[in-house]
C-alpha cells in the first residue's frame, strides 16, 4: 500500500505474469482510475471499496494479456469505461493466441469505449493524468504521467535496468528506443517509475544506468 498526500496509489501485481495494476485516487472526491487490470478482479474491487473508490475509467497500457484480461469484467462491475490506445486493437482481437501461449482461458476482448491519444488528460477527481503515446514493446502503448505527483505509469515500455520485449507481434525496438528518449527521459529525474512489471525506479536512475537505452 502507498499513499502519499493528496493521492491514492495502490500498486497490486495481478495474475500468473504478475502485471502491476495500479489504483489511483483522489482521496478528496473518492474518484478513481484503474490502470492494467489484468487478473484478479476480486482484490481490486476490494482495495477499491477498502478505500471507498468509485471507478471513472480503466486505462489499458496496451492490449497484452496480462494487462487487459480482467477489464471487461471490472468494467461490468464498475460501469466504467476502457480507454485504450486504437493500434492495440489486432491484438485485443486475438486474445485467444495469447491466452494459448500462457496456457489460460481466453478472457472476453473489452473493446474501446474511448480512444487513447498523446496530449489526454484524464482525471480522477482533482489529479490529473497526462496520457503519451509511447509505442515500440507494441504499436499502442501509453505511458501515464502525473505532474503534480511526479509519478510515471510505465506498462511494459520502461523497467528498472531493462526494457519492454520487442520480439512480440507489433514490436519494434527502433521506435522503443525512440519512445523513451524523446517522451520519457524528457520527464523530471526525480520522476518515479511504477513499470508494468517487477520494482519502481526513477527516471534519473535509468537514464544514467539502463544498460538498453541510455540518455
Ligand atoms: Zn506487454
Same mark, same amino acid.
Given at each position: 500500500? &502507498? #499513499?502519499?498526500? +493528496? ?10 505474469? !504478475?502485471? /502491476?495494476?495500479?489504483?489511483? +485516487?483522489? =482521496?478528496?472526491?473518492? *474518484? ?5 487490470? !489484468? ?14 473508490? %468509485?471507478? %471513472? ?12 484480461? +480482467?477489464?471487461? %469484467?471490472?468494467?461490468?462491475?464498475? !460501469? ?6 486504437? #493500434?492495440?486493437?489486432?491484438?485485443? *482481437?486475438?486474445?485467444?493466441? &495469447? ?5 489460460? *482461458? ?21 489529479? *490529473? ?12 502503448? @501509453? ?26 507481434? !507489433? ?11 524523446? %517522451? ?10 511504477? =513499470? +508494468? ?5 526513477? @527516471? ?5 544506468? /539502463? ?5
Amino acid at each position: 500500500m &502507498q #499513499s502519499t498526500a +493528496g493521492l491514492i496509489h495502490e500498486v497490486l501485481p495481478v495474475g500468473m505474469l !504478475g502485471c /502491476n495494476c495500479s489504483i489511483l +485516487g483522489d =482521496p478528496a472526491t473518492r *474518484e478513481a482510475i484503474v490502470v492494467d487490470p !489484468g487478473d484478479d478482479i476480486q482484490e481490486i474491487v476490494a482495495i477499491l471499496n477498502r478505500h471507498k473508490l %468509485k471507478v %471513472k475509467t480503466i486505462v489499458i497500457t496496451h492490449a497484452h494479456i496480462d494487462h487487459i484480461g +480482467g477489464a471487461h %469484467k471490472l468494467r461490468a462491475i464498475t !460501469g466504467a469505461p476502457v480507454y485504450m490506445n486504437q #493500434s492495440d486493437t489486432f491484438l485485443a *482481437e486475438h486474445l485467444s493466441t &495469447q491466452a494459448r501461449w500462457l496456457g489460460v *482461458e481466453t478472457p472476453t476482448n473489452p473493446g474501446i469505449d474511448t480512444l487513447a491519444h498523446e496530449g489526454d488528460i484524464l482525471r480522477a477527481g482533482l489529479k *490529473e493524468v497526462h496520457v503519451l503515446e509511447t509505442p515500440g514493446h507494441t504499436p499502442g502503448s @501509453i505511458s501515464l504521467y502525473l505532474p503534480t505527483e511526479q509519478r510515471l505509469i510505465a506498462g511494459d515500455t520502461l523497467f528498472k535496468g531493462s526494457v519492454g520485449r520487442t520480439d512480440l507481434p !507489433g514490436g519494434d525496438s527502433a521506435a522503443l528506443a525512440r519512445s523513451i528518449r524523446a %517522451k520519457l527521459y524528457a520527464l523530471p529525474d526525480a520522476t518515479i517509475v511504477y =513499470p +508494468g512489471h517487477g520494482d519502481a525506479t526513477d @527516471i534519473g536512475t535509468e537514464k544514467r544506468s /539502463n544498460p538498453f537505452v541510455r540518455a
